[in-house]
């Protein structure tokens, strides 16, 4: 499994790990284990950031069963679209052919993006930046869920990432009022970027490349010697002001990983 996958794989889980078994109740969140594959499901949640499938083909080729199991799973719980997150080159060169007669369909990917140590970009904003704890935990909770069309019902979930020691969760300031916010997941001299989100009102304010800044500037220091993030892959008539910043934080694309939906939804 190439190390970007791994990373964000661990950091969904720790995720998991946080949030307590109260409120993954109450959000209908489990992670379930099919072959190699680790599905994310919640039937209260219609995202599909939450409902998705990481590891498939990191330690075996997908059969058409396995493929027809994990779908299984997800309509059980009554959820119609999900994403089969796929990496190319676990997967293997036939996965159009053997997706399609499981039953799915190609949908926008996204782009992997890797960086090395080094010198950090300066963001040019008037914002002031730090690391939160659990006092403003519902404040980072409450940008990021709207944010990333999550349902309210993520909130409690999303503040418990303060509650796990390799989640380092950051927000932007106006003053007192809170602007922007950008997770760092250390695990080894791994990191992994997520969660970055502006709220409406703070927008081109340069938020967001102060939180990459910032993060990046920790993860060095926590001795990462790769740091791993994503975005929506590039298409026409789309801005891609994420995949901008991204790479002006100094990082390379590091390959396109596929998102496959069921054929229905």
């Known amino acids: ?23 993954r109740s109450e959000y209908d969140w489990r992670l379930v284990e099919i072959g190699d594959a680790l599905c994310s499901v919640s039937c209260s949640e219609p995202s599909p950031l939450i409902n ?3 590891g498939l083909g990191s330690q075996s080729a997908p059969s058409v069963e396995l493929l027809t199991e994990i779908r299984e799973l997800y309509r059980r719980s009554n959820v119609s679209r ?3 997150h796929v990496v190319p080159e676990q997967v293997g060169a036939d996965r159009a052919e053997l997706l399609t007669a499981a039953g799915f369909r190609r949908y926008r990917g996204w782009m992997k993006f890797t960086r090395a140590p080094g010198p950090v970009r300066e963001a040019r904003t008037e914002l002031a930046v730090r690391q939160i704890g659990s006092d403003e935990a519902a404040d980072f909770a409450a940008i990021v869920a709207p944010a990333f069309d999550l349902s309210p019902a993520s909130e409690p979930v999303l503040a418990a990432l303060v509650d796990d020691p390799r989640w380092h ?22 990191g992994y970027l997520d969660f970055g989100a502006t709220h409406p009102d703070f927008r081109r304010r340069g938020s967001q490349g102060a939180l990459l800044a910032a993060r990046l500037r920790h993860a060095f220091a926590a001795g990462c010697r790769t740091v791993v993030t994503m ?21 390379a694309e590091a390959y396109l990983r596929e998102n496959w939906v069921p054929e229905d939804a």
Do not use: C
Not at 1 to 22: G, Q
Not at 171 to 188: Q, Y
Not at 241 to 250: E, F, L
């Open 169 to 190: 969760v950051f927000m932007s300031f106006a003053e007192t009022r809170p602007a922007g916010t950008g997770g760092l997941f250390v695990d080894g001299n791994l």
């Open 82 to 84: 999900f994403f089969l």
């Open 52 to 54: 998705r499938v990481l």
């Open 1 to 23: 499994m190439h190390a970007a996958e791994k990373i964000e794989l661990r950091a969904l889980r720790a995720w998991y790990a946080a949030a307590t078994a109260i409120e």
């Open 231 to 251: 975005t929506g892959e590039a298409v026409p008539g789309d801005p891609q002001h994420s995949y901008g910043n991204i790479v002006k934080a100094g990082f």
